[in-house]
């Protein structure tokens, strides 16, 4: 199973700009789909983002559509989230997430298979 570490999360106004990477180790990182969801308090958690293991597809959800942007390295078994135009609503724990070997399901929590411990992102207006 894929262990996951997240980094780069913290605290930003409003417009601004973060970029969080998650390092895979553990398992076989190019032939899982991977993906960003997050967490606000006192409510669910949520898809953000996502990327297919074959062709890097990538699928968002529509509230970061635009301003979000997922890749991998698979050289390097990372995946980055670069987050632009920064929301108070987007604020939250962010999660990177793993999929099951060679699975194309990966869209929602049950697709993922490894979860990392979660970094901070704050928005303030």
């Known amino acids: 199973q894929v262990q996951l570490v997240e980094s780069g999360g913290g605290s930003v106004q409003a417009g601004g700009s973060l970029r969080l990477s998650c390092a895979a180790s553990?398992?076989?990182?190019?032939?899982?789909?991977m993906g960003w969801f997050r967490q606000a308090p006192g409510k669910e958690r949520e898809f953000v983002a996502a990327i297919s293991w074959r062709f890097s597809t990538t699928r968002y959800a529509d509230s970061v559509k635009g301003r979000f942007t997922i890749s991998r390295d698979n050289a390097r078994n990372t995946l980055t989230l670069q987050l632009n135009s920064l929301k108070p609503e987007d604020t939250g724990v962010y999660y990177c997430a793993a999929g099951r070997l060679y699975s194309g399901s990966y869209s929602r929590s049950s697709d993922f298979a490894s979860w990392g411990q979660g970094t901070q992102v704050t928005v303030s207006s």
């Open positions: 553990g398992g076989t990182f190019s032939s899982v789909a």
